[in-house]
């Protein structure tokens, strides 16, 4: 009997016993979701906190970026601020016309300039993948972009007008690459204000797309200055010439262009130029030009000999002081590199359109320690230019 009596009593603490039982599981979820919200908000004000220690969007951030990536923002100030602007000698009237792919105006053909700064990463990915190998090796590399003729040869007036041409502009698409270029392994080089400075001389060429001997001279003046070398005075040099040259664009153009003669210097130092040929061979010259190079279409090949996959110049200078350097260029370096053995006892000229072979591994094993990009700007912004340089390192 005591235990059917007691049976209600024990339900009854059983049922309390179950609510206590409740009541603690719905405290302690309500306790875990308030610190789950607690935990949130600790991470998201942490997460601002970090935020706000970085940099601001006008504040200039001054670490290296990664080596195989190129800098959004150059960390050092551009070679390429403050451009000079060429001021073409200009009557303000005449107008040229299209003949072919060029532009003709004042007896002069203009090769055409179409690519914009966004066409320049391309190649200012290849400099940083090229000098952070030479780096790699104690190799410091330089970049030298050539502006072409129609840049510093043909009045604004004329450029991207109804009445005139569209040609992009050419220290727009420079400043690009250049600032794409890791300043941490490559020192970009500024020629363009030197040109644009002695725009008027007979820098380029009335009928080649090439630069003449004193535009890449002015050129070598701005790399030396640059890099803290004292530059060839052509005063000290025996100027010569060679008369008749008509040139690659003579053939496209249908009007008669003004006359072209090449003009060279012979050094007051001997050279000892090996130049190595397409076909294997080899031989030497005691100068950096084709002294006997007649008039005609191949007259810029009085430079270097034209186009030759690699040359060794040993140059007597006596500001030489057994430094080394190689130049890896297209044509456009032809006219350049004979400069160059004012400030190196040693120059190697490759041109990589022929030459084959690993540059960092020929750098090394010739005791290199400078290297020269040097292009003309097409080049530059050609993609199958730039795939010949990539199989070079």
Request: aromatic content about 12%; proline content about 5%; hydrophobic content about 35%.
């Amino acid at each position: 009997m005591d235990n059917f009596e007691n049976q209600p009593s024990r339900n009854t603490r059983r049922r309390k016993k179950s609510q206590k039982q409740a009541s603690r599981k719905k405290l302690m979820t309500a306790l875990l979701a308030i610190i789950g919200i607690l935990l949130i908000i600790f991470i998201a004000l942490w997460c601002r906190s970090c935020r706000s220690e970085q940099p601001a969007d006008n504040v200039e951030n001054t670490s290296l970026p990664e080596a195989t990536q190129p800098p959004t923002e150059p960390p050092t100030k551009s070679v390429m601020e403050n451009t000079v602007r060429p001021a073409v000698t200009d009557d303000g009237q005449s107008v040229g016309q299209m003949e072919g792919s060029v532009y003709v105006w004042n007896q002069q053909a203009f090769e055409l300039f179409y690519g914009d700064p966004d066409m320049a990463q391309p190649y200012a990915e290849f400099i940083n993948t090229a000098s952070q190998k030479l780096a790699a090796n104690g190799i410091k590399t330089f970049s030298i972009i050539v502006p072409n003729h129609v840049e510093f040869g043909l009045p604004d007036r004329l450029k991207n007008t109804d009445e005139g041409i569209t040609t992009l502009s050419q220290a727009e698409y420079i400043a690009a690459a250049y600032g794409g270029m890791n300043p941490e392994f490559s020192a970009p080089i500024n020629v363009y204000n030197k040109l644009a400075e002695h725009c008027n001389e007979y820098i380029y060429f009335n009928s080649d797309h090439h630069w003449t001997g004193l535009g890449a001279y002015y050129a070598y003046t701005a790399f030396a200055e640059q890099t803290g070398l004292q530059p060839l005075s052509l005063t000290e040099c025996t100027e010569k010439s060679v008369d008749g040259f008509t040139g690659s664009l003579s053939s496209i153009a249908e009007s008669e262009l003004k006359e072209d003669s090449v003009h060279y210097w012979q050094f007051p130092y001997a050279v000892n130029n090996t130049i190595y040929t397409t076909d294997g061979g080899s031989y030497e010259l005691d100068s950096c030009y084709s002294e006997g190079m007649e008039s005609g279409s191949g007259t810029y090949s009085l430079f270097l000999e034209g186009d030759n996959p690699l040359e060794v110049i040993r140059s007597e200078s006596p500001v030489g002081n057994g430094q080394k350097v190689a130049i890896v260029h297209e044509s456009y370096g032809n006219a350049f590199t004979p400069y160059l053995t004012y400030n190196f006892s040693e120059v190697y000229s490759i041109d990589f359109r022929s030459w084959e072979g690993n540059l960092a591994e020929f750098c090394q094993e010739k005791g290199i320690a400078n290297v020269i990009f040097l292009n003309g700007v097409m080049s530059s912004a050609t993609q199958i230019q730039i795939d010949a340089m990539q199989s070079i390192i």
